[in-house]
């Protein structure tokens, strides 16, 4: 099965010290969201998780924002309070992931020239 040429929706929030990264489930769900708080957050968010990126951008490499880094940047360690402000504040971002390639079995060590 080909995996890739999929949809990548994501709020990209950049802080005083660090940046952040929300996955969601495409753009209108947060744009509906924006309009009406009443939507419920599950219908909007790909998953719980606030990732950050270490100041390098939405495409950066994503790491689980720890409870500190949360509390240092938005004064509140609190996910439903943070995902909300990231969600309000944040850089709507859409872009789709290609087709990927390369060795399908890493079991099989180095395949260069000896």
Do not use: C
Not at 38 to 46: E, H, K, N
Not at 98 to 110: D, K, L, M, V
């Amino acid at each position: 099965m080909t995996r890739g040429n999929t949809r990548q929706s994501k709020v990209f929030y950049k802080g005083l010290t660090e940046d952040f990264v929300i996955m969601v489930e495409d753009v209108t769900a947060v744009q509906n969201w924006r309009r009406d708080h009443s939507v419920p957050l599950a219908q909007v968010l790909d998953g719980w998780k606030i990732f950050t990126s270490r100041q390098h951008g939405p495409q950066g490499i994503h790491n689980e924002a720890s409870r500190a880094t949360l509390e240092r940047e938005f004064g509140t360690s609190n996910y439903n309070d943070v995902i909300s402000r990231i969600l309000n504040e944040g850089e709507i971002q859409e872009n789709i992931n290609t087709e990927r390639q390369g060795i399908r079995n890493e079991s099989q060590g180095p395949r260069g020239i000896h």
